[in-house]
Nanobody, 113 residues
Framework: VQLQASGGGLVQAGGSLRLSCTVSRSIVNIDYMGWYRQGRGKEREPVATATVLATHYADSVKGRFTISRDNAKKTVYLQMNSLKPEDTGVYFC?????????WGQGTQVTVSS
């Protein structure tokens, strides 16, 4: 299974980006999806995660970011609004199916002040 993340880029503070994570096969049976980010010199941290039962957002992004999926397009999204400089980092998508854990290659998001 391959995950292709895209949609990152350079944006001014207050702007928006939508990240996409396109999967090489059906995601209908995926029971966990998540977006993580890693700032320079920092550990990778969860930004938004979702299962069938619940969706969770990091406190720092609540009300600004939304995770979603389109099974027909085999894609997971992260809509990011009102971006802040502290949102800068490499964003990774993560999917889990049972014991299998898949990571995308990451896409860089840079928010200028």
């Amino acid at each position: 299974v391959q995950l292709q993340a895209s949609g990152g880029g350079l944006v001014q503070a207050g702007g928006s980006l939508r990240l996409s994570c396109t999967v090489s096969r059906s995601i209908v049976n995926i029971d966990y999806m998540g977006w993580y980010r890693q700032g320079r010199g920092k550990e990778r941290e969860p930004v938004a995660t979702a299962t069938v039962l619940a969706t969770h957002y990091a406190d720092s992004v609540k009300g600004r970011f939304t995770i979603s999926r389109d099974n027909a397009k085999k894609t997971v999204y992260l809509q990011m609004n009102s971006l802040k400089p502290e949102d800068t980092g490499v964003y990774f998508c993560n999917l889990r199916e049972g014991r299998r854990n898949y990571w995308g290659q990451g896409t860089q998001v840079t928010v200028s002040s």
